[in-house]
């Protein structure tokens, strides 16, 4: 008998540390002039990254270019223009976590010009993510979910989740309601 409870708690520990996903929240997000909320300190997509680590008690990593964009709204949009018109993959600074070593992970960036900022290309492109879940998130001032099509193509092999968007003046002015925009999101993906 003791031999039989014994295996059983083996088991019951082992599918319990199976059931334990890894979980990333890998974001770009921008400071500096703002379309609607003028400057910032902290940027919109941050600010909801950090709220669903929080719930989600997942991993927070930041994509940083190697090159800074632009602070002035202007000098940043040409920026982005620029690395749009030309496809590019601006080099992005190197990461303190493998997203590869993820079960789930989370994707955010601000839609800038009803697209994914084109480092977060390279970021999809430098690692496999085939076979992981990813959750999209993006903040903007209209566009919505414009850009997850890319994504999808981007983060080849892997499955993509119904995104989350939120209006970047929500995510500065208005946390409550941001934070219930995100926990809303969270008990559809089967989260909270």
Known sequence: MRKIVLILLMFLIGVSMAAEKKILVAYFSHIGENVSV????????????????EKTGATLLRVMPETEYPRTYDECLSAAKKDRAENARPAIKPVEVNPEEFDEIYIG?????????MLMYTFLEKYNLKGKLVHPFVTHEGSGLSAIAKLKKAATGAVVTKGLSIYGHIAQNNRKKAQKDVDKWLKYLGVL
Request: no cysteine.
């Open 38 to 53: 003028g400057t910032i300190i902290k940027g919109n997509t941050e600010i909801i990254a950090e709220m669903i680590a």
């Open 109 to 117: 960036y601000p839609v800038w010009l009803n697209d994914m900022p």
